[in-house]
């Protein structure tokens, strides 16, 4: 079931530097950027030298060293500032732009601005910051993503949880990959432009086209399911009310309205056929990666995007190669890649839930669908086939949800047997009728209006389950313990041979998470 350490060295790699990466860090020693360029780049230089003299593990053992002082350093520069004591806020002057929204509805916009930061108690730095602006209505003319802003400001340092019942402000700042905190009126905050590079103008205009997508949703979704249509198609969750998204978490089903392999399967097979007809592959190869990039782009390039994106891309690359890897080490090949990029990326939890998600789904998928076919042969084989998909993804990613969101459904995997459906039909609907509106309208709104009924029925039957009394476990204790007892009992269960051996393996599970709890 699991595959051999020598069919996933991208897998070994991966562990075995987080590994170093996370003993690094903990260490009472403070990186600057120097110190560790350095050190990585004469960690480096060793790891070629035993290269050349044959010596492969001392080589292999310098590259990891590498790697964990490279994220360590990363983390260390990148992650929320923390302090020993509650600081109260501070003023400050912050010049910059915004580069996502996540909270429009009055009377609250918050949103992320990577600016130059001018505080009174520090000197001049720059970095990301989660502004809270109060009293704003959304219509304001620097309400925008991409907008320049410049604002007075009282900013703090993320507070670190204290007790059960407090919100976890720095786990979720470390999430977001912001290091300060800051709120001001909306009357402390005012348009600000500057002359903008070459990177700047392309950024803008690509801001634009996302601005412009919006504005069709907004044409072509009715106030009813405008908001899941907006996440849906273009992962901006800044419109859903609290309601929806508690709705969500509860029964489990939050990960249909994040950008992710569902939706980078649904452009590249539009991708393949439009350039199935080319002769060479390499061409095909590289149109493929284009509009793959390009979508993941235009959604705001989530960490889960990113992930499906450069595995459709490498996987394309493989099969014109020829080449038949073993699935986990594309996940993770594509793992170390993305944090060796953005070493913020390993506190996400959108980049945590996706590798994991994916991970089990490669390695357990196959093994629950013959478990399932065991135990229930008159099951019909997409019933067999979606529930595995399920559990492979739970039993991966439940720990993790737990852990840093405080739930646990109890009704993911119905839900999911519906919501996964019309999802789908309503994401393929909502591309092609974003796709056709600008040039044939009337064709755009037809399918539109499909994908509307979708999401109407979507909508409903998560409101109906999350209403009832036994949808979630809402404690963080006792949420933990039971996706934990879950997943323990789901991969004890596949090596069950009949009924009673599931059942009485169920009830093992089922008593000690009670005796846990």
């Given at each position: 079931?699991?595959?051999?350490?020598?069919?996933?060295?991208a897998?070994?790699?991966?562990?075995?530097?987080?590994t170093?990466?996370?003993?690094?860090w903990?260490?009472?020693?403070?990186?600057?950027?120097?110190?560790?360029?350095?050190?990585?780049?004469?960690?480096?230089l060793?790891?070629?030298?035993?290269?050349?003299?044959?010596?492969?593990?001392?080589?292999?053992?310098c590259?990891?060293?590498?790697?964990?002082?490279?994220?360590?350093?990363?983390?260390?520069?990148?992650?929320?500032?923390?302090?020993?004591?509650?600081?109260?806020?501070?003023?400050?002057v912050v010049?910059?732009h915004?580069?996502?929204?996540?909270?429009?509805?009055p009377p609250?916009?918050?949103?992320?601005?990577?600016?130059?930061?001018?505080?009174?108690?520090?000197?001049?730095?720059?970095?990301?910051?989660?502004l809270n602006?109060?009293?704003a209505?959304?219509?304001?003319?620097?309400?925008?993503?991409?907008?320049?802003?410049?604002?007075?400001?009282?900013?703090?340092?993320?507070?670190?949880?204290l007790?059960?019942?407090?919100?976890?402000?720095?786990d979720?700042c470390?999430?977001?990959?912001?290091?300060?905190?800051?709120?001001t009126?909306?009357?402390a905050v005012?348009?600000?432009?500057t002359?903008?590079?070459?990177?700047?103008?392309?950024?803008r205009?690509?801001?634009?086209?996302?601005?412009?997508?919006r504005r069709?949703?907004?044409?072509?979704?009715?106030?009813?399911?405008r908001?899941?249509?907006?996440?849906?198609?273009?992962?901006d969750?800044?419109?859903?009310?609290?309601?929806?998204?508690?709705e969500?978490?509860?029964?489990?089903?939050?990960?249909?309205?994040?950008?992710?392999?569902?939706?980078?399967?649904?452009?590249a097979?539009?991708?393949?056929?439009?350039?199935?007809?080319?002769?060479?592959?390499?061409?095909?190869?590289?149109?493929?990666?284009?509009?793959?990039?390009?979508f993941?782009?235009?959604?705001?390039?989530q960490?889960s995007a990113?992930r499906?994106?450069?595995?459709?891309?490498?996987?394309?690359?493989?099969?014109?190669?020829?080449?038949?890897?073993?699935?986990?080490?594309?996940?993770?090949?594509?793992a170390?890649?993305?944090?060796?990029?953005e070493?913020?990326?390993?506190?996400?939890?959108?980049?945590?839930?996706?590798?994991?998600?994916?991970?089990g789904?490669t390695v357990?998928?196959?093994?629950?669908?013959?478990?399932?076919r065991?135990?229930?042969?008159?099951?019909p084989?997409?019933?067999a086939q979606?529930?595995a998909?399920?559990?492979?993804?739970?039993?991966t990613?439940?720990p993790?949800?737990?852990?840093?969101?405080?739930?646990f459904?109890?009704?993911a995997l119905?839900?999911?047997?519906?919501?996964?459906?019309?999802?789908?039909?309503?994401?393929?609907?909502?591309?092609?009728?974003?796709g056709?509106?600008?040039?044939?309208?009337h064709?755009?709104?037809?399918?539109?209006?499909?994908?509307?009924?979708?999401?109407?029925?979507?909508?409903?039957a998560?409101?109906?389950?999350?209403?009832?009394?036994?949808?979630?476990?809402?404690e963080?204790?006792?949420?933990?313990?039971?996706?934990?007892?879950?997943?323990?009992m789901?991969?004890?269960?596949?090596?069950?041979?009949?009924?009673?051996?599931?059942?009485?393996?169920t009830?093992?599970?089922?008593?000690?998470?009670?005796?846990?709890?």
């Amino acid at each position: 079931m699991f595959p051999k350490a020598a069919c996933v060295p991208a897998l070994r790699l991966g562990l075995v530097s987080l590994t170093a990466a996370l003993g690094i860090w903990l260490l009472p020693f403070r990186w600057t950027p120097a110190l560790a360029a350095y050190t990585v780049l004469g960690l480096a230089l060793a790891a070629a030298l035993c290269l050349w003299r044959r010596q492969a593990l001392t080589a292999y053992l310098c590259g990891v060293l590498a790697i964990g002082v490279y994220l360590a350093a990363s983390w260390q520069q990148h992650l929320p500032v923390r302090t020993e004591s509650l600081v109260p806020s501070f003023p400050a002057v912050v010049e910059g732009h915004i580069v996502d929204i996540l909270r429009v509805p009055p009377p609250v916009f918050r949103c992320i601005v990577k600016a130059r930061v001018d505080a009174q108690p520090l000197p001049p730095f720059e970095g990301r910051l989660l502004l809270n602006i109060a009293g704003a209505t959304g219509s304001e003319p620097w309400a925008v993503l991409g907008a320049g802003i410049r604002a007075i400001v009282r900013l703090r340092p993320p507070r670190t949880a204290l007790l059960p019942t407090d919100f976890p402000e720095r786990d979720y700042c470390a999430h977001l990959g912001v290091q300060w905190v800051a709120t001001t009126p909306a009357s402390a905050v005012s348009q600000w432009e500057t002359e903008a590079g070459l990177w700047e103008k392309l950024w803008r205009i690509l801001i634009q086209q996302r601005m412009c997508l919006r504005r069709w949703i907004h044409e072509l979704y009715p106030p009813t399911t405008r908001a899941v249509a907006l996440a849906l198609l273009t992962g901006d969750v800044s419109e859903l009310a609290p309601e929806q998204r508690r709705e969500f978490a509860l029964t489990g089903i939050s990960h249909v309205l994040a950008i992710s392999g569902l939706h980078i399967g649904v452009v590249a097979g539009a991708a393949l056929l439009g350039a199935g007809f080319l002769r060479w592959r390499w061409l095909q190869w590289m149109l493929f990666s284009l509009a793959t990039a390009l979508f993941v782009a235009l959604t705001g390039a989530q960490p889960s995007a990113l992930r499906a994106g450069m595995m459709a891309s490498a996987g394309f690359g493989l099969y014109i190669l020829q080449r038949v890897p073993h699935p986990v080490n594309v996940v993770a090949a594509v793992a170390v890649g993305m944090l060796l990029a953005e070493p913020g990326f390993a506190f996400s939890r959108s980049f945590q839930l996706s590798v994991l998600a994916t991970g089990g789904i490669t390695v357990l998928y196959t093994p629950f669908v013959a478990l399932l076919r065991r135990l229930f042969p008159r099951l019909p084989q997409w019933g067999a086939q979606s529930t595995a998909l399920t559990l492979a993804a739970t039993c991966t990613s439940a720990p993790v949800v737990a852990l840093g969101f405080g739930v646990f459904s109890l009704l993911a995997l119905p839900l999911n047997l519906i919501a996964v459906p019309l999802s789908s039909a309503a994401l393929i609907a909502g591309l092609l009728g974003l796709g056709i509106y600008p040039f044939v309208p009337h064709l755009g709104l037809l399918y539109s209006s499909a994908a509307h009924a979708c999401l109407k029925l979507l909508q409903e039957a998560t409101s109906f389950a999350a209403a009832l009394p036994i949808s979630a476990i809402e404690e963080r204790t006792g949420a933990v313990v039971a996706a934990c007892g879950t997943s323990v009992m789901l991969l004890w269960l596949l090596n069950a041979r009949h009924r009673r051996h599931a059942l009485a393996r169920t009830v093992v599970v089922g008593i000690g998470m009670l005796l846990g709890y």
